[in-house]
């Protein structure tokens, strides 16, 4: 358990076998290059535990034989272990924690400093009583470097301890059960070398893809802090490679070693080859302390970049502080020089195989005004991958990009056609790659990045590209039918992955989801501002290379005036078309009989049933509309279009909904407390508690242990700043509208808005604004209700709403 909470670490005071999967998760470390779980270092796979170390975008396809059926996946490779550090006293066994007797261990992720210490003190079968101290780090900025230092102290005993550290490639994709019918093995060619005094190297390359991986290790000895000579012996394992170090100890000697990892894979700019890049990285890496201060200092800049301070619970304190520091292990500084997207579970385990949904939706937000150049480097994952969703789109028959649903190395679709249920043992078919809307929210977040930071660059040669191939797309699936002077898009699958078919029709898919009908519409109308907003010549160039004339322009804003929403009791937005005939689930009965029915589709297929019969949703979808659209915006791409929708039936939307919903992903809490956060403000926060416990809790029972979910993590940071603190840029100004919960206690929010380092400090209705002093950027806008005001470097201004209307 997290026994003290503490803001700033993460503490497990105990070692419990059946949780120690989910405590990896939480405590890996990584760089946005890399990240290692934080499994104990003389630990291999087994049932207990499940050491993992991934590199952002390093990928590989194997083929599976399941049930008679080839399938092939696309997984993010588990890389060799770079951890393994164990021990033995004289002659006696090497050290693992089943074979010895535990009077205390603890592990702790220090979150300011980006360090996991684990203490113990231990008595071997020989009732040798040892104290261990195990320091880790991944470098911040140095990303292919890590270091693991393992100090011991005999407490009752003198004698010889032999260290073995090593690198071991004996791993494979193994870290969720479901997949365990799946091949998980990448890696081939795998061979350890000594390469130098003390310092080993392994490399290997992963089957398909291959993408050269090399690790090497260089570890040095101390007593009592004087550095021991005399070099280790090499012990070459079958597709491993250790040295052993053996040192003479007396009782209260401090024996410490020191494992100094570099890694390299073939993706990397600026290298060589991988071999002897890491061979020569690890060789000339400072000692450890060195290297962790360096690390340290890195990781306080971050820190100070990505404040977010509240007075309020330590609980509170400590979660958000976790989602910041996982949110920066898989996206940091590191990440703007790669082809990299937003793995959907982190670099911190292999649900969804590291592949990359519309997660960064809820994740981009947060590094816009942090660190616009990452979230640039984010967008141009998908912009370089925009040839292959051409060619998707021209295979499906279409026109413009289809983005896939599930993504990887290079943009093909990678979702599963076949899904296991592990309450039934069976593999029905899954359809969710249907979800079209993932293109939307490609284009929806090219365009906010566009809004927040006025990278016309980008815009003119990458962003308009993506937003004009994408809206042509989705025009392409509509379709006008003359009789109701309306298009519809049929055969689709909304937000809402509950409901892939209508359950009296073979052919999968919906018709006229609400939100991809509305967003459509959304992104017609953003296509043509697109165009707007690129120079003359840049547009002519690009609509020419694109071969994009007014007829086809025309068609998008028919598309925007005449797109069809359903509608249905009275105001209430229809899911999907035909939602309302749908049966009513005995939800009351469900929650009886199974508990926890987040996963109500698991449950309905094991019954032999699905929940495409019922009016059932896992997720938000017509919320979505709110979540992502003011109730301006709402309103008036609903009149454009014809529809009338009263402001007051927005919270009856809202309710209907709620009452239909079984969260059953992480990201609708997410939502849940952004529409109820002006409504109904109780229910708001307790969605945002559940947020926030999301992985710390691990509320989906099971799933933290095989990753943490990212975009439910750094959505919980977009909750406190745009949606509590009301903080956005529109039309070029920083526009703040606080509606701040006082169970919060105030915020302290740094964000960076055109080059300004900005503090901002929320309470109630009431935000003050400094800007940084030295910056030598143009002054910016600020606005808050009726009041605008410029601010120029090092200056402040204080904004209330108290006396305005709700
Ligand atoms: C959700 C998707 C999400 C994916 C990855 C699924 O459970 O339904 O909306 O993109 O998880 O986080």
Redesign the pocket.
């Known amino acids: 358990m997290n026994d003290s909470p503490s803001p700033h670490r993460l503490v497990f005071t105990d070692f419990d076998p059946a949780d120690e999967k989910r405590r990896e998760a939480l405590c890996t470390l990584g760089n946005g290059y890399f990240a290692t779980r934080g499994s104990v270092p003389e630990a291999r796979a087994d049932g207990v535990h499940c050491p993992g170390t991934y590199v952002a975008g390093c990928y590989n396809r194997l083929t599976s034989v399941v049930s008679g059926r080839e399938l092939e996946h696309e997984s993010l490779v588990n890389l060799p272990n770079w951890l393994p550090v164990t021990f033995r006293v004289d002659d006696g066994p090497w050290f693992e924690l089943a074979g010895v007797e535990l009077l205390a261990h603890e592990q702790e992720l220090d979150l300011e400093r980006g360090v996991l210490v684990r203490r113990a003190r231990l008595r071997d079968s020989a009732g040798r009583i040892t104290r261990m101290v195990q320091r880790r780090f991944v470098h911040m900025s140095r990303p292919h470097l890590a270091g693991l230092e393992t100090t011991l102290v005999p407490e009752s005993w003198s004698g010889t301890i032999t260290f073995r550290c090593g690198l071991d490639g004996r791993v494979g994709n193994h870290g969720v059960a479901r997949y365990e019918g799946l091949n998980g093995r990448h890696l081939v060619d795998i061979r350890g070398d000594e390469a130098g005094e003390n310092l080993v190297v392994l490399h290997t390359r992963t089957s398909g893809s291959d993408i050269r991986v090399a690790e090497a290790a260089s570890c040095r000895t101390f007593r009592n802090e004087v550095p021991l000579a005399g070099g280790g012996r090499t012990v070459h394992d079958e597709q491993a490679v250790f040295q052993e170090f053996t040192v003479d100890s007396n009782r209260l000697d401090e024996i410490r070693i020191e494992k100094l990892v570099a890694l390299f894979t073939s993706r990397d700019s600026a290298i060589v080859e991988p071999v002897s890049e890491a061979v020569e990285a690890a060789r000339e890496a400072e000692g450890f302390d060195e290297l962790l201060s360096s690390h340290v200092a890195a990781w306080a800049r971050l820190g100070h970049a990505f404040r977010c301070g509240l007075s309020t619970s330590a609980a509170t304190r400590q979660a958000v502080r976790l989602h910041v520091f996982h949110l920066l292990q898989t996206v940091s500084p590191n990440t703007a020089d790669l082809d990299v997207g937003v793995p959907?579970?982190g670099l911190h385990g292999e649900a969804?195989r590291g592949h990359v949904?519309?997660?960064e939706l809820f994740v981009l937000p947060t590094l816009t005004l942090r660190m616009p150049w990452v979230a640039r480097a984010l967008l141009r994952y998908r912009s370089r991958r925009l040839p292959q969703a051409r060619l998707a789109a021209r295979r499906a028959g279409l026109s413009g990009a289809m983005f896939p649903w599930q993504s990887g190395s290079n943009g093909r679709e990678e979702s599963q056609s076949w899904h296991l249920n592990p309450r039934s043992g069976r593999w029905p078919a899954d359809h969710t790659h249907l979800q079209r809307h993932i293109g939307i929210a490609i284009a929806h977040n090219v365009w906010h990045y566009y809004q927040a930071t006025d990278d016309e660059e980008f815009l003119a040669e990458q962003g308009a590209e993506t937003i004009l191939e994408t809206t042509r797309f989705l025009a392409s699936l509509a379709n006008y039918e003359r009789g109701s002077d309306r298009y519809t898009i049929s055969g689709i699958v909304g937000?809402d992955?509950y409901h892939t078919g209508y359950p009296d029709r073979d052919s999968p898919g919906i018709d006229n989801n609400a939100y991809t009908n509305i967003m459509t519409a959304w992104l017609c109308r953003t296509a043509l501002r697109t165009l707007g907003e690129l120079d003359n010549a840049r547009r002519a160039e690009l609509t020419d290379q694109l071969d994009l004339d007014h007829s086809e322009t025309d068609r998008w804003r028919h598309i925007s005036r005449r797109m069809y929403v359903p509608f249905h009791d009275d105001g209430i937005i229809s899911q999907f078309e035909g939602y309302d005939r749908l049966a009513e689930l005995d939800w009351d009965d469900y929650r009886g009989r199974y508990g926890d029915i987040s996963r109500l589709d698991r449950i309905l297929e094991a019954e032999g049933d699905s929940p495409n019969r019922y009016r059932a949703s896992?997720?938000a979808d017509v919320l979505m509309l709110f979540y992502l659209l003011s109730a301006e915006e709402l309103e008036q791409l609903l009149t454009t279009l014809g529809y009338t929708m009263p402001r007051d039936t927005i919270p009856r939307n809202i309710d209907y909904y709620l009452r239909r919903t079984s969260h059953?992903?992480?990201?609708s809490a997410v939502v849940h407390a952004w529409v109820l956060a002006r409504a109904n403000r109780a229910k708001a926060l307790e969605f945002f508690d559940n947020v926030l416990a999301g992985d710390l809790h691990d509320v989906q029972r099971g799933t933290t242990a095989e990753g943490i979910?990212l975009?439910a993590m750094a959505g919980s940071i977009d909750l406190l700043q745009r949606c509590f603190a009301g903080i956005e840029i529109r039309d070029h100004t920083l526009v703040l509208n606080p509606l701040w919960p006082a169970e919060l206690g105030a915020l302290e929010l740094a964000i960076r808005f055109r080059g300004h380092p900005i503090d901002i400090t929320v309470t109630g209705r009431t935000a003050t604004v400094r800007t940084a002093p030295g910056s030598r950027k143009s002054p910016i806008r600020c606005a808050c209700g009726s009041r605008a005001v410029t601010l120029g470097p090092g200056e402040t201004t204080v904004f209330s709403l108290e006396h305005a209307e709700r």
């Open positions: 959907a579970r969804y949904f519309w997660d937000p992955e896992k997720q059953g992903s992480t990201l979910h975009a």
